[in-house]
């Protein structure tokens, strides 16, 4: 059985290529022994202020920023438990998430305080998370606590855990727990099939040898771009960071020309298409000649979008992966010269089946069936606290343990997995998922909604779009402007609907059940009347 964890492998890369630039974000610029030390310092800071020991949470609040690695390399020096929060979170979602997650600290952006000091003051404990603020207070902490060689903490081993708090198929975010060894490995194995153990990245770098540089475009906070970000930090490449909440276009092929990117890692269609549009506004702009790899997951990457960049980047493989927080799965590439570039399609194998939701037998390729998506191999143990949705998505078939997100998709006669999407509790729209529940109970708390239902629409940059359709109180006057302040008062903006249709039914069922693919429909229709 390997052993692999992360922060040890960075220690030894630290001491192995001391010199070699680890992190770049704008001016600043992070050598591997910088990166440990200021790791080091940190995880003795959490240490003393916040009494963090092994097993313990510890929250991190940033942007696409060096302190977010750090603080995740620090608690992994710990023996503690690095924990993603969605830097869009209101008071209210974030207090779920730390009193969720027992975190004993947060560190955050500036410009997030407010929100984080309103969360954390909720918090019913022995103990409120010490929340460390990003800028001065951060790097006078570093200052003050003890150098590496002046302490050492516990050896982190490959049974230190990783959190990754999704909405994934649990509706309200839970912690998805990974071993840092299964995650090593499944990083590894899903951009290298069929090589099962990873090499020994020192002798690599002690060979000069190195990975990409790596501009994550999507944020840190989420799978696509952490997991990214693990991969190639762990084969002694360099990560290239843009701090800043939003995409900005222009800005990412700036760094991309800048620092000699060759790895980009976005979000499918939601962050693509806006690169593509500036490359097609400006197409001798930059020079992106160094530039050999697109990788995405998680969400809608469409063929015409990537024939489009490949367009412009002919020397570039675009890589769409199967995965999410909940298990990796194997990738499919479209380079320029492919006759046709298809969307991302993958095969059967001894990791990946396409199961019935209810017997658990694969479904029969060449047929009309419909199955969900199940991932073998190296996966997660379970949510945090909730053994009930663990074992409802962390599945045995044939003695052995599968990763079932929710993917459904069918089977072609060759074997090739046709993937048809999430099922239809789950709205994906730019890689943040909402769940219609979470938005239904806050819109009926407002006195003039009798009802409602919340559903996805297609969106061609977004994949989908959240619209609420909405019957309102007998006798009450309501618009679209009141609900849009009514949500972004109590939701976080991905989460609030786009558009708020009001109709005179919703037509449930006599057990109250709503007809989601009626309302769908519906939405779709009034949309095309009005599409706002």
Known sequence: MSDWNF???????????PDRVAVVCGDRRTSWSEFAERASRLAWFLRAEAKVEPGDRIAIDLTNRPE?????????????????????YTATELHYLLDNSDAKAVVHG????KVVQSAAKRIQKPWRPLALEAGA????????????????????IGDDLIFLYTGGTTGMPKGVMWRNDDLYVALWVSAHPGVP?????????????????????????????????LAALTGGGTVVLIDRMGLDASLVWDTVERERVQSLTVVGDVFARPLLDVLDAEPD??????????????????????????????????????????????????RADDAAIAPARFSVNDRIRVIDEETGADVTPGTDEVGLVAIGGRIPLGYFKDPEKSAATFRVFDGVRYSVPGDYASVDADGTV????????????????????????????????????????????????????????????????????????????????RRFLF??????????????????????????????
């Open 7 to 17: 922060a040890r492998v960075w220690d030894g890369l630290a001491a192995t290529v």
């Open 68 to 88: 977010y690695l750090e603080t995740f390399y620090a608690a992994l020096k710990l023996g503690a438990i690095p924990v993603n929060v969605n830097f869009r």
């Open 110 to 113: 500036p410009e997030f305080t």
């Open 137 to 156: 207070r951060y790097e006078s902490a570093l200052a003050a606590s003890a150098p590496a060689a002046e302490w050492s903490a516990r050896e982190p």
């Open 197 to 229: 153990e990873p090499p020994d990245p020192l002798a690599a770098a002690r060979a000069g040898k190195r990975a990409a540089t790596l501009l994550p475009a999507a944020p840190l906070m989420h799978g696509t771009g952490l997991f990214s970000a």
């Open 285 to 334: 702009r930059w020079d992106l000649s160094a530039l050999r790899a697109i990788t995405s997951s998680g969400v809608l990457f469409s063929p015409q979008v990537k024939r489009g960049l490949l367009g412009h980047l002919p020397a570039v493989t675009i890589i769409d992966s199967l995965g999410a927080s909940e298990g990796l799965g194997p990738r499919s590439a479209a």
């Open 418 to 497: 046709k993937l048809l999407g999430r099922g239809s509790a789950c709205i994906n729209t730019g890689g943040e998922k909402v769940y219609p529940e979470e938005v239904e109970a806050e819109l009926r708390k407002h006195a003039s909604v009798f009802d409602c239902v919340v559903v996805g629409v297609p969106d061609p940059r977004f994949g989908e779009r959240v619209v609420a359709l909405v019957q309102v109180t007998d006798g009450h006057y309501l618009d679209e402007a009141e609900l849009v302040a009514w949500c972004r008062a109590h939701l976080a903006g991905y989460k609030s609907p």
């Open 503 to 532: 109709v005179d039914s919703l037509q449930r069922s006599a057990a109250g059940k709503a007809h989601h693919q009626e309302l769908r429909a519906l939405a779709v229709e009034l949309l095309t009347v009005d599409p706002g």
